[in-house]
């Protein structure tokens, strides 16, 4: 497979912040203690960037502390892997990497990490909204994961590669806080869109903030 930094950097106010690799891992059950949040809050319940307002902030704090645990083994096994999460450290945040050691080459890797070097959660992502989709990339707004506001989003779309593709997605756990998951695949007659495999994990990774075990 081939390797490549999934595009789905944040640029915040003086730097560019997270980048997810296509060869990460993911954390598992940490708090899932909502924590109190003020912010400036139109009618319509978007924030000043256009973002939505996260009404139930997560508390991710044993989270962060331990980013590989918020995939278990069994749900690194129901995506069809073999892969052990190996922790990293990248300027954006507490991160975890998987890479599927199954095949060779890899065909898929999973990078979850937690975006801590901005405060301003999704708002860091809406503010790039229009200058991703004119320089190659894209910026879509997905139905929330379990409640919680999401989006697509990537400096480049290579979402539907010929022989390879990639996916970003990012979550609002609060509106100062957000967590993102990139997809590397390789495209075979079972797998052919990274961005369904990332709602999944999306999905199993908020599963396990909100239990907070």
């Known amino acids: 497979m081939r390797h490549h930094t999934l595009k789905?950097?944040?640029?915040?106010?003086?730097a560019a912040l997270a980048v997810v690799t296509a060869a990460c891992s993911t954390p598992l059950s940490v708090g899932g203690t909502a924590t109190p949040q003020t912010s400036t809050v139109s009618g319509d319940g978007k924030l000043p960037s256009g973002a939505p307002h996260v009404a139930n902030p997560l508390d991710t704090t044993r989270a962060q502390a331990a980013p590989c645990s918020v995939l278990t083994p069994a749900q690194i096994s129901s995506l069809g892997i073999v892969a052990t999460g190996k922790p990293d450290n990248p300027v954006s945040g507490p991160a975890c990497n998987w890479n599927d050691t199954s095949t060779t080459p890899s065909a898929m890797s999973i990078g979850n990490g937690?975006?801590?070097?901005?405060?301003?959660?999704?708002?860091?992502?809406?503010?790039?909204?229009?200058?991703?989709?004119?320089?190659?990339?894209?910026?879509?707004?997905?139905?929330?994961?379990?409640?919680?506001?999401?989006?697509?989003?990537?400096?480049?779309?290579?979402?539907?590669?010929k022989t390879t593709a990639a996916c970003g997605l990012a979550v609002g756990v609060s509106d100062a806080l957000q967590f993102t998951v990139g997809i590397n695949i390789t495209i075979t007659p079972q797998q052919s869109d990274p961005c369904a495999i990332a709602k999944k994990v999306a999905d199993m990774v908020m599963t396990n903030l909100r239990a907070g075990s």
């Open 8 to 14: 789905i950097g944040l640029v915040a106010a003086t």
């Open 114 to 161: 937690f975006v801590t070097a901005s405060k301003g959660g999704l708002s860091s992502l809406y503010v790039q909204a229009e200058s991703l989709k004119k320089n190659g990339g894209y910026f879509e707004p997905i139905d929330p994961v379990q409640g919680y506001p999401a989006v697509l989003y990537s400096q480049l779309d290579d979402r539907q590669g």
